[in-house]
């Protein structure tokens, strides 16, 4: 299908973008990469009167060092994110699990903004940013706001951003030294996962000093599986503690059903995948 008429604007700076905004906000659709906003003006499940491009604000690309933090700009490309020497050093749960997303044209063209706040609870980059605990900055006509991804995820499709703001930047804690990785199930190459589990571990003299896990599509948004961490902290690196855990993952989650597998298919399956990804990051670790 063709997507309904609309009026398109790109600006150069924020500023300009957040102006735009303001006088178009209740007709209009602010687009990234366009990996989910194109789809869905084809098949004309939406039809804004005007698109606003970020594609051209070059302040809001780019992978930077700021202390105890990285920051990642909002429009940062998938492909930039998992190849960055940063990420992969200080946030490598998020360098596993951006590899993952989709196909390469996809990672190409997608941004790291763009998935988070679409927060599709089925996209594979809101559990592992809540699971490292990332805060998410938010400009609007009054400034700039810091919200913890805690409080990001309200719903299904449905963030903290109101419809006068733009997401700039995500701020990740460093977590030099854990290991980490995403298990992902999917049946055919390339589907948005069944279930999705990332885990990162801190791992010393064989003890589980630090533990950090994210469950993908196990509810209406992405999950944090603070059982599992509170099981891990303190026991013996072991796949008897791995297992233990695991089976913590269910609690709080409420999986869909759908033609892809019903609820109880996903509460079994996310338990599998726990303690696969735990296994694999306590690897990683070099413990």
Request: charged share 20%; aromatic share 4%; proline share 6%.
């Given at each position: 299908?063709?997507?309904?008429?609309?009026?398109?604007?790109?600006?150069?700076?924020?500023?300009?973008?957040?102006?735009?905004?303001?006088?178009?906000?209740?007709?209009?659709?602010?687009?990234?990469?366009?990996?989910?906003?194109?789809?869905?003006?084809?098949?004309?499940?939406?039809?804004?009167?005007?698109?606003?491009?970020?594609?051209?604000?070059?302040?809001?690309?780019?992978?930077?060092?700021?202390?105890?933090?990285?920051?990642?700009?909002?429009?940062?490309?998938h492909s930039v994110?998992?190849?960055?020497?940063?990420?992969?050093?200080?946030?490598?749960?998020l360098a596993r699990?951006?590899?993952?997303?989709?196909?390469?044209?996809?990672?190409?063209?997608?941004?790291?903004?763009?998935?988070?706040?679409?927060?599709?609870?089925?996209?594979?980059?809101?559990?592992?940013?809540?699971?490292?605990?990332?805060?998410?900055?938010?400009?609007?006509?009054?400034?700039?706001?810091?919200?913890?991804?805690?409080?990001?995820?309200?719903?299904?499709?449905?963030?903290?951003?109101?419809?006068?703001?733009?997401?700039?930047?995500?701020?990740?804690?460093?977590?030099?030294?854990?290991?980490?990785?995403?298990?992902?199930?999917?049946?055919?190459?390339?589907?948005?996962?069944?279930?999705?589990?990332?885990?990162?571990?801190?791992?010393?003299?064989?003890?589980?000093?630090?533990?950090?896990?994210?469950?993908?599509?196990?509810?209406?948004?992405?999950?944090?599986?603070?059982?599992?961490?509170?099981?891990?902290?303190?026991?013996?690196?072991?796949?008897?503690?791995?297992?233990?855990?695991?089976?913590?993952?269910?609690?709080?989650?409420?999986?869909?059903?759908?033609?892809?597998?019903?609820?109880?298919?996903?509460?079994?399956?996310?338990?599998?995948?726990?303690?696969?990804?735990?296994?694999?990051?306590?690897?990683?670790?070099?413990?």
């Amino acid at each position: 299908m063709i997507p309904a008429p609309f009026d398109y604007v790109a600006p150069t700076t924020l500023e300009e973008a957040l102006t735009a905004l303001s006088e178009h906000g209740d007709v209009a659709k602010i687009i990234a990469g366009g990996q989910s906003l194109l789809p869905v003006l084809r098949m004309r499940l939406n039809a804004p009167e005007w698109v606003i491009d970020l594609g051209r604000i070059e302040t809001l690309r780019g992978v930077r060092d700021d202390g105890d933090a990285l920051v990642i700009g909002a429009m940062t490309p998938h492909s930039v994110v998992a190849a960055d020497p940063l990420v992969a050093e200080h946030a490598a749960l998020l360098a596993r699990a951006t590899a993952t997303v989709a196909d390469e044209q996809v990672r190409h063209r997608g941004t790291f903004g763009g998935a988070l706040a679409h927060a599709d609870p089925a996209g594979d980059l809101g559990a592992p940013a809540r699971a490292l605990g990332a805060q998410l900055v938010i400009a609007g006509p009054g400034g700039t706001r810091t919200v913890e991804a805690d409080d990001f995820f309200r719903g299904l499709f449905e963030t903290a951003i109101t419809e006068d703001e733009i997401l700039t930047e995500v701020r990740i804690p460093k977590h030099p030294g854990w290991g980490a990785h995403y298990e992902k199930f999917v049946r055919v190459a390339h589907q948005w996962p069944i279930v999705a589990v990332g885990a990162s571990v801190k791992v010393e003299g064989g003890t589980i000093a630090g533990a950090a896990v994210g469950l993908t599509n196990m509810g209406s948004t992405p999950l944090r599986a603070r059982a599992v961490e509170a099981a891990l902290v303190g026991q013996a690196a072991t796949e008897e503690a791995c297992r233990a855990a695991a089976e913590k993952a269910v609690e709080g989650a409420e999986p869909p059903s759908d033609l892809n597998g019903d609820a109880d298919y996903r509460r079994h399956l996310v338990t599998v995948l726990t303690r696969r990804a735990l296994l694999a990051a306590i690897a990683d670790a070099g413990a």
